[in-house]
């Protein structure tokens, strides 16, 4: 089991910039990849960045350039959120993906979330 716990939404202004961070605890160990996803009122939660325990890293086209995600140990990365817009706005989700040797496949988990809302 790994269990995760996001902090550092809020609110800002369009341009302004913020840092999420997750940190994991449980079986560290077996996260082959982490990143963040997004839910904005209405829509399907997507993508945003990930990022493998290799260091390769993936973007949503919407965030690149803009956005960083970076893993400074096993069981933290963050998201540095630069230049937000508007469209921004969303509740931000930290996952993991872990190999479960108890069902023998890897498994995907979930931070509570944490809202970023931009203001224009």
């Known amino acids: 089991q790994v269990h995760l716990v996001e902090s550092g939404g809020g609110l800002v202004q369009a341009g302004g910039s913020l840092r999420l961070s997750c940190a994991a605890s449980?079986?560290?160990?077996?996260?082959?990849?982490m990143g963040w996803y997004r839910q904005a009122p209405g829509k399907e939660r997507e993508l945003v960045a990930t990022?493998?325990?290799?260091?390769?890293t993936n973007y949503a086209d919407s965030v690149l350039g803009r956005f960083t995600i970076a893993r400074p140990n096993a069981k933290e990365w963050y998201l540095q959120m630069n230049s937000l817009k508007p469209e921004d706005t969303a509740l931000y989700y930290c996952?993991?993906?872990?190999?479960?040797?108890?069902?023998?496949?890897?498994?995907?988990?979930w931070g509570q979330g944490t809202q970023v809302t931009v203001s224009s």
């Open positions: 996952n993991a993906n872990a190999w479960v040797p108890l069902i023998g496949r890897a498994n995907d988990y």
């Open positions: 449980g079986s560290i160990f077996s996260i082959s990849a």
């Open positions: 990022i493998t325990s290799g260091g390769s």
